[in-house]
Every structure is written in structure tokens, then in C-alpha cells.
Nanobody, 120 residues
Framework: VQLQASGGGLVQAGGSLRLSCAAS????????MAWYAQAPGKQRELVAT???????TYADSVKGRFTISRDNAENRVHLQMNSLRPEDTAVYYC???????????????WGQGTEVTVSS
């Protein structure tokens, strides 16, 4: 299973970016998906999660600015980031909880990270 993230870049404060991540490979189903952010010198932190059924959660710092969504048919997760702030600067990683086979336990997978830089 591979997760391929894209969509990062350099943007001015107040701008927007849309991150996408696609899961590929051989598996039965993708369960929860999420985005994490790791700022320079800091630990990786949870930004947003979405269940297969579409239930979402957000870190307090991004509520009202970021929106997580997914396409179950294409095994993709997106993060729409609006009103970006310099403190949002980080490497963003997508995460997926993947059921490899119907009777197997789910396993965690991570994407390679995509860099977001917000200038003031």
C-alpha cells in the first residue's frame, strides 16, 4: 500500500492550498484517513481526520479554516486549507488506516509528506 500526497507549495498569508493524497496498491478497504503536520523543530501533530462514513474532526487551530474530505471510490483524501497563516507552515503527511483483507487487522500507512510554506 502506498500513499501519494500532493498539493503543497508556497503561499502568502491569507491564501489557500488544497492537498490531496491517494492510496494505491492491494487492499480490501481504507478506513479512517487523516492529515498531520510537522513544523520545523516540532512533533508531528494531528490536523484533521475523516472516517469512511464522512465524520470529521479538526485541531482547534484549524477549525473554520481547513476542510477535510474524501472520495471512497478513488481512495483519496483532500485537505482544503483557507486563510492560511505563517504558523501553518509545516510538512503535511497523509495517514490511512487500511484493511488489507476482510478478516485482517487494519494497519497504519503514511504518505511521504508535502511541504506547505506560508509567508507573512
Amino acid at each position: 500500500v502506498q500513499l501519494q500526497a500532493s498539493g503543497g507549495g508556497l503561499v502568502q498569508a491569507g491564501g489557500s492550498l488544497r492537498l490531496s493524497c491517494a492510496a494505491s496498491g492491494s487492499f480490501f478497504s481504507v478506513l479512517d484517513m487523516a492529515w498531520y503536520a510537522q513544523a520545523p523543530g516540532k512533533q508531528r501533530e494531528l490536523v484533521a481526520t475523516i472516517t469512511r462514513g464522512g465524520t470529521t474532526t479538526y485541531a482547534d487551530s484549524v477549525k473554520g479554516r481547513f476542510t477535510i474530505s474524501r472520495d471512497n471510490a478513488e481512495n483519496r483524501v483532500h485537505l482544503q486549507m483557507n486563510s492560511l497563516r505563517p504558523e501553518d507552515t509545516a510538512v503535511y503527511y497523509c495517514y490511512a488506516d487500511v484493511l488489507l483483507q476482510f478478516y485482517s487487522n487494519a494497519r497504519d500507512y503514511w504518505g511521504q509528506g508535502t511541504e506547505v510554506t506560508v509567508s507573512s
